[in-house]
């Protein structure tokens, strides 16, 4: 980030030398045809049934309304000898489209933010020694993926604080208890208020944006140190955060960064971008778990 | 492998022995050249018998030459000169060792400048792939904003490449960017950029030379693998006072030079700074009240460059030079306080001395510093993140000029380093929490060396040698020989032409690596040493080429080369450069190699007849570079960024007569830099509470698509005026890419929305497109400099 603030500056610079002109142009470019890979989505929620979503990767010039969903797929998660092969949505319509989710039928998550194509009754486990396996095989497309995790206990937020300056605003902090001996991987997010916005359209207007979204890993940052997270001197009295630390594994920590390095490369020149480490074999996304803790702060002076 | 290195050994004192019984019924002169007006020594003076022009030598750095003759009943002539200057002619019966101090007067106006001796000098040298830029010739070339920069004039030498649209960067022959050790009075400089890059530390006014070696590297240099820029500064008016400077665009300049005693010993000191953030504060301040007006930031750099020398007597003389330069770059507003600085600094103390006419020697302690800090401070929020690198250098180098056929030279080099590795401290006035971390790391790097330039016969000659280096860090010592030979074959000489094959090898070790994802030099970039899991990098260059010096005033070469590179390193996915202190598990291990032709035709000065006279050069290389890494594409070989198939430059000068004008002329061409673009996407929904849909890039082979070719003219015109008084002055206009093409420095995908798409609310896009952003559209600039 601070590599593209210098050199956003750097192009002001630059721009307040020169006679200014249009330093943008389209161009022609032809993408090599790659093979369609199967793109899992899948997170595991102790007490929640299971749900997936199961989509394709299209090239980049394609229709970007062209729908992306795998239909007819058999999907399989295997835990403790019990195979739960997971049900497929209902479909209204032949076609779907991004810009015309209204043909589908989904399973969503408890809080009805998300949706998915397939979804099964079981209530996942909270098992934190057995691994889940997942299998995923599309006879249409001729491809198959499958993947393995294993759960890790939440780990609780310490503490919240908030602290006001001069002029009235305050930052917020909270304190992990994280167990230093060995390494974590986090992904924290803190939300003003609530995590969805109410009374909404599900699919439409779901998520209310995170005050911050970070994945970390506590090696590297707090180097066995207490691990904690601020915010800037943004809220006023009486404002409601709301923090939520997922306890990851090296594989979603991993995923996270090199998806958000390859957005963030897409338009940074200084940056060398790099493949995206997933656990899916055979294919791409995230099969993983959500093992959380979730703290509520009022801030008071 | 020792058995091999004791067998070089013994063929090394071989021939040393052998060296010694050959010098029988010979004198040696000594001495050194220097330039009249100044008294400044001269680099690169050639020195030579005009009755047996095969019979020479040229100046080394220090300006010192010694040229073993035989006795001889009759006088002969010898012939000091080099380029730009009045070459004298001394007539000496050559009975015994003699010294002869040489001082070279300056060109009279419209003198046809002798170069013939310059490009004999090149042609019978084994030296390969050096290029050789005077001050004086890079000031006649246009330049961006009006400012000289060397680095930028060696990038348009075959074989060097730049990193991208404007910048200083330089790639030689495949290798990537810290490769290059860049030696500033014999202080290596570790970030030799101001502006991210933009413009080069090197103030044109307090540089005497630069020298680039791509190939046959001399034994003295080590440390990087693919080329040496030896930069050497200016000593100062020996003879008189004077005052020299500039006004440019973005930045002044302003040098004071005289002697300390008159030519005995002198001093010089130069300043540069730019003056951007002077507006840009004048911009904020008039729009105080503008709640519209988003402050710039400040930006500045300022260079100084300081040197004293003193000749203690005949054989002594003492230097002391430093370098101190800063980007300085702060946001002050509010309760944010941003501020971000990067500099270095290197000091070199040196002592020449002449221990006989035939044995030089040289000792210098030097000291470098490269370091960069970012301090922000949010109310009570403190960060402070920083790196750098400091080096002392403890070196003595030897030449000794045993007899006509010999020149050796051997040395040791002691090098304590120690690198500072994102030191990141973050702390609040309520210590709350305190965060410290990083990693500082002593190491030392150590090198003995031994050289031989020797001259079997007429046609053939003969250059070997071997460098032994070492490393130490953490309990872990690399060692490693690094042999170097080089041979010329002269394959037809007459008055009018001097053709010669040559031919060179040598392997280089690099201990220290720069831990940078980018085309561009970064001054976030961190040094970082070999250790236990980071071993060092290795490579082996071998050229071979032909070197013609074609009548008076033309020189062309043809260089073929090969090198293949060990222990490159690149980073792993998703590797955290960044507030990392455990970078070892980042790095990624593999092997490169890179290959191609350079064609290279020079003339330093043709007459023109009645239209004056014209020099420059034309360059073109076609060359391919490859890396290959187990962790990066299943191992599949890719192209660095910066790999370029053609490469050509034209650089024209042109000095017309009867006027005070000189109009010069460069055109680059360039193919497009290798560049990483996303084939196809992914969209996902994630988390609760979190931003759903987005559209995931994904990336397959690495830099497997291209840019637009880039090319690009710029022309100058320099206008001299007082140039017969004392005072004198000139007028510089220069305009940047003057036909305006808008070339490429970046492409990626964007994505675009309808037009009627509200902000912040999520949208599929309307369709992706590729796009090309360029830097710079035509730049026009005028530069005023004068001296007295």
């Given at each position: 980030?601070?590599?593209?603030?210098?050199?956003?500056?750097?192009?002001?610079?630059?721009?307040?030398?020169?006679?200014?002109?249009?330093?943008?142009?389209?161009?022609?470019?032809?993408?090599?045809?790659?093979?369609?890979?199967?793109?899992?989505?899948?997170?595991?929620?102790?007490?929640?049934?299971?749900?997936?979503?199961?989509?394709?990767?299209?090239?980049?010039?394609?229709?970007?309304?062209?729908?992306?969903?795998?239909?007819?797929?058999?999907?399989?998660?295997?835990?403790?000898?019990?195979?739960?092969?997971?049900?497929?949505?209902?479909?209204?319509?032949?076609?779907?489209?991004?810009?015309?989710?209204?043909?589908?039928?989904?399973?969503?998550?408890?809080?009805?933010?998300?949706?998915?194509?397939?979804?099964?009754?079981?209530?996942?486990?909270?098992?934190?020694?057995?691994?889940?396996?997942?299998?995923?095989?599309?006879?249409?497309?001729?491809?198959?993926?499958?993947?393995?995790?294993?759960?890790?206990?939440?780990?609780?937020?310490?503490?919240?604080?908030?602290?006001?300056?001069?002029?009235?605003?305050?930052?917020?902090?909270?304190?992990?208890?994280?167990?230093?001996?060995?390494?974590?991987?986090?992904?924290?997010?803190?939300?003003?208020?609530?995590?969805?916005?109410?009374?909404?359209?599900?699919?439409?207007?779901?998520?209310?944006?995170?005050?911050?979204?970070?994945?970390?890993?506590?090696?590297?940052?707090?180097?066995?140190?207490?691990?904690?997270?601020?915010?800037?001197?943004?809220?006023?009295?009486?404002?409601?955060?709301?923090?939520?630390?997922?306890?990851?594994?090296?594989?979603?920590?991993?995923?996270?960064?090199?998806?958000?390095?390859?957005?963030?490369?897409?338009?940074?020149p200084f940056a060398q971008p790099g493949q995206i480490i997933t656990n899916i074999q055979g294919g791409m996304g995230i099969f993983t778990f959500l093992t959380y803790d979730r703290d509520t702060l009022i801030v008071k002076r | 492998m020792f058995r091999q290195i004791r067998l070089y050994c013994l063929l090394s004192c071989f021939l040393f022995l052998l060296s010694t019984l050959q010098a029988q019924d010979k004198i040696t002169l000594s001495g050194t050249v220097s330039e009249g007006a100044t008294g400044e020594t001269i680099i690169g003076a050639s020195v030579f018998v005009k009755e047996t022009p095969s019979i020479g030598t040229a100046t080394n750095i220090y300006g010192f030459y010694s040229l073993t003759i035989p006795i001889t009943e009759d006088s002969v002539t010898i012939v000091f000169a080099y380029t730009g200057l009045s070459p004298q002619e001394l007539r000496i019966l050559p009975k015994e060792n003699t010294e002869l101090n040489i001082e070279l007067a300056e060109l009279k106006m419209e003198e046809v400048v002798v170069s013939a001796s310059a490009n004999t000098e090149k042609v019978n040298s084994t030296q390969m792939g050096m290029d050789e830029i005077t001050v004086k010739e890079a000031k006649e070339i246009p330049a961006i904003?009006?400012?000289?920069?060397?680095?930028?004039?060696?990038?348009?030498?075959?074989?060097?490449?730049?990193?991208?649209?404007?910048?200083?960067?330089?790639?030689?022959?495949?290798?990537?960017?810290?490769?290059?050790?860049?030696?500033?009075?014999?202080?290596?400089?570790?970030?030799?950029?101001?502006?991210?890059?933009?413009?080069?530390?090197?103030?044109?006014?307090?540089?005497?030379?630069?020298?680039?070696?791509?190939?046959?590297?001399?034994a003295e240099y080590g440390g990087k693998l693919s080329s040496v820029i030896d930069v050497s500064m200016r000593e100062g008016n020996y003879k008189k006072f004077g005052l020299s400077g500039g006004l440019g665009l973005?930045?002044?300049?302003?040098?004071?030079?005289?002697?300390?005693?008159?030519?005995?010993?002198?001093?010089?000191?130069?300043?540069?700074?730019?003056?951007?953030?002077?507006?840009?504060?004048?911009?904020?301040?008039?729009?105080?009240?503008?709640?519209?007006?988003?402050?710039?930031?400040?930006?500045?750099?300022?260079?100084?460059?300081?040197k004293l020398n003193y000749k203690l007597g005949e054989k002594d003389r003492l230097f002391l030079s430093g370098y101190f330069g800063k980007d300085i770059f702060a946001f002050n507003q509010g309760n944010i306080n941003f501020n971000f600085n990067w500099g270095n600094i290197t000091g070199t103390l040196r002592w020449n001395h002449i221990i006989s006419p035939k044995l030089f020697m040289n000792t210098a302690f030097t000291f470098s510093d490269y370091n960069y800090k970012i301090k922000n401070q949010f109310d009570q929020f403190r960060i402070e993140l920083g790196s750098g690198i400091r080096d002392m250098n403890l070196k003595t180098d030897f030449?000794?000029?045993?007899?006509?056929?010999?020149?050796?030279?051997?040395?040791?080099?002691?090098?304590?380093?120690?690198?500072?590795?994102?030191?990141?401290?973050?702390?609040?006035?309520?210590?709350?929490?305190?965060?410290?971390?990083?990693?500082?790391?002593?190491?030392?790097?150590?090198?003995a060396y031994m050289s031989d330039a020797w001259t079997i016969s007429k046609r053939l000659k003969i250059s070997y040698g071997l460098r032994f280096s070492g490393f130490y860090n953490q309990q872990k010592f690399y060692a490693a020989p690094e042999p170097r030979v080089a041979m010329k074959y002269t394959l037809f000489k007459d008055e009018m032409h001097d053709l010669a094959m040559k031919a060179s090898y040598s392997r280089m070790n690099q201990y220290i690596h720069l831990v940078a994802t980018s085309g561009a030099s970064l001054p976030t970039d961190v040094w970082y040493p070999s250790n236990p899991n980071v071993k060092p990098q290795t490579s082996d260059m071998f050229s071979l080429g032909l070197a013609w010096a074609l009548g008076r005033h033309f020189f062309i070469s043809v260089e073929g080369y090969y090198k293949e590179l060990y222990g490159q390193i690149d980073f792993r996915d998703g590797a955290q450069l960044f507030v990392n202190d455990q970078l070892d598990n980042e790095f990624v291990f593999g092997r490169g190699n890179s290959y191609g032709a350079e064609f290279y035709v020079e003339t330093k000065n043709v007459g023109l007849g009645k239209a004056g006279q014209i020099r420059g050069w034309v360059g073109y290389t076609l060359s391919w570079s490859w890396r290959q890494f187990d962790d990066i594409m299943d191992g599949q070989r890719f192209h660095p960024r910066y790999d370029r198939r053609h490469d050509a430059s034209i650089v024209l000068s042109w000095d017309i007569a009867k006027t005070p004008l000189t109009f010069s002329a460069t055109w680059v061409y360039g193919t497009g830099n290798a560049v990483s673009l996303?084939?196809?996407?992914?969209?996902?929904?994630?988390?609760?509470?979190?931003n759903p849909l987005d559209f995931n890039p994904i990336y397959t082979e690495r830099n497997g698509f291209r840019m637009p070719a880039y090319h690009r003219l710029d022309m100058g015109l320099v206008w001299r005026l007082f140039t017969k008084k004392r005072f004198k002055s000139d007028i510089t206009f220069s305009a940047y890419n003057v036909y305006n093409r808008r070339n490429p420095f970046f492409m990626y995908i964007a994505a675009e929305f309808a037009e009627n798409t509200p902000e912040g609310q999520f949208a599929v896009p309307e369709r992706f497109q590729a796009k090309v952003v360029s830097l710079f559209p035509i730049i026009p600039s005028v530069t005023w400099n004068f001296k007295f």
């Open positions: 980030m601070l590599k593209i603030k210098l050199f956003i500056s750097a192009i002001i610079a630059a721009i307040c030398f020169s006679n200014c002109g249009n330093f943008e142009r389209d161009i022609d470019l032809e993408l090599p045809e790659v093979a369609k890979e199967l793109v899992v989505e899948c997170y595991l929620v102790p007490g929640e049934p299971y749900r997936l979503l199961l989509t394709e990767t299209k090239s980049y010039f394609e229709d970007l309304n062209a729908c992306p969903i795998i239909k007819g797929a058999t999907v399989i998660i295997k835990h403790n000898g019990v195979n739960d092969t997971l049900q497929e949505a209902v479909y209204l319509e032949d076609d779907c489209r991004l810009d015309n989710f209204f043909g589908i039928l989904p399973f969503f998550n408890a809080d009805r933010s998300r949706f998915y194509n397939y979804g099964s009754t079981r209530i996942c486990p909270e098992d934190y020694v057995n691994d889940f396996e997942l299998e995923v095989i599309d006879p249409n497309g001729g491809r198959s993926v499958s993947a393995v995790t294993r759960m890790l206990p939440p780990v609780e937020i310490d503490s919240m604080r908030s602290t006001f300056n001069e002029e009235d605003k305050a930052y917020a902090l909270f304190f992990l208890q994280d167990d230093p001996a060995q390494v974590n991987f986090y992904r924290i997010l803190l939300h003003e208020t609530t995590l969805t916005i109410e009374d909404s359209i599900p699919f439409i207007s779901i998520a209310k944006d995170p005050e911050f979204d970070v994945s970390l890993d506590d090696a590297r940052f707090f180097n066995g140190e207490t691990v904690s997270w601020g915010t800037n001197y943004s809220y006023e009295e009486d404002d409601t955060l709301i923090s939520t630390v997922y306890h990851i594994d090296r594989a979603y920590h991993d995923y996270l960064e090199t998806v958000a390095d390859a957005q963030a490369s897409n338009g940074n | 904003f009006g400012e000289v920069d060397i680095i930028k004039v060696l990038q348009l030498k075959p074989g060097v490449q730049s990193g991208g649209e404007g910048l200083s960067g330089v790639y030689v022959r495949g290798g990537a960017g810290d490769q290059n050790l860049f030696v500033l009075d014999e202080a290596p400089v570790y970030n030799p950029n101001h502006l991210f890059g933009f413009f080069s530390t090197f103030n044109a006014d307090a540089v005497k030379n630069v020298r680039l070696f791509k190939a046959g590297f001399p973005i930045s002044s300049r302003l040098t004071f030079e005289g002697p300390i005693v008159k030519d005995k010993g002198s001093f010089i000191i130069s300043a540069r700074r730019t003056y951007v953030d002077i507006f840009t504060r004048l911009l904020n301040k008039a729009n105080e009240d503008n709640a519209d007006w988003n402050p710039i930031p400040d930006y500045s750099f300022y260079d100084i460059n300081v030449s000794w000029f045993p007899n006509d056929k010999h020149e050796i030279k051997f040395g040791v080099n002691t090098i304590y380093h120690r690198f500072s590795v994102n030191r990141f401290n973050a702390e609040d006035e309520e210590d709350l929490f305190d965060f410290d971390v990083g990693s500082t790391f002593d190491a030392l790097e150590l090198a996303p084939v196809m996407r992914f969209f996902t929904s994630d988390i609760t509470g979190s």
